[in-house]
């Protein structure tokens, strides 16, 4: 299996790119919408009624990919779930991965002529997709009760560890 390109190649937020063309036939969309790797979006139990609320903000604004997104919202809810159970949280992804990232392989060394085709019609193929955040905007929301209130920034602040910019866990009622 083919290894996933590094961040730095989709981190800046950059305006999403259709292909447009007056000949129709070079107006087109290749790869289409690859598959989501996030399972779930809601965690826990949502209709409970919890008296304090942490947040995951993000400092600045940049893409983050589909793949950390998942990571971040795994390494939070098992901490939660294996200390305190899964009846006493309700954690929530408050951002969806819209952003498709393309990528245009290009092989060098022997036999390359004849497997690519180099910039000709370079729109590249659907590889993942990414959240496009704003500086400031929720990541992950977690409600929780005040007794278990110490536990939550903890479990927010593992998940901000696996997203490729600084977090602030911010602490409400």
Do not use: W
Not at 2 to 21: G, M, V
């Amino acid at each position: 299996m083919a290894r996933i390109r590094k961040f730095s190649a989709y981190q800046k937020l950059e305006r999403p790119y259709t292909r447009i063309s007056k000949f129709t036939k070079k107006s087109f969309v290749r790869g289409g919408f690859p598959a989501l790797k996030i399972t779930k979006f809601d965690l826990g139990t949502q209709q409970k009624t919890f008296n304090t609320t942490i947040k995951l903000n993000v400092q600045r604004s940049m893409n983050i990919r589909q793949n950390a997104l998942e990571s971040a919202r795994t390494t939070s809810n098992r901490l939660l779930e294996k200390t305190i159970g899964i009846k006493a949280y309700h954690l929530r992804l408050k951002v969806y991965p819209f952003h498709v990232l393309r990528e245009n392989p290009l092989a060098s060394g022997a036999g390359a002529d004849r497997m690519s085709t180099g910039m000709t019609k370079a729109y590249g193929k659907s590889i993942g997709t990414a959240a496009r955040m704003r500086e400031g905007q929720t990541v992950l929301e977690l409600r929780i009760d005040q007794a278990n209130a110490k536990l939550g920034r903890q479990a927010l602040g593992m998940a901000s560890k696996k997203l490729p910019c600084t977090c602030k866990v911010v602490v409400g009622q």
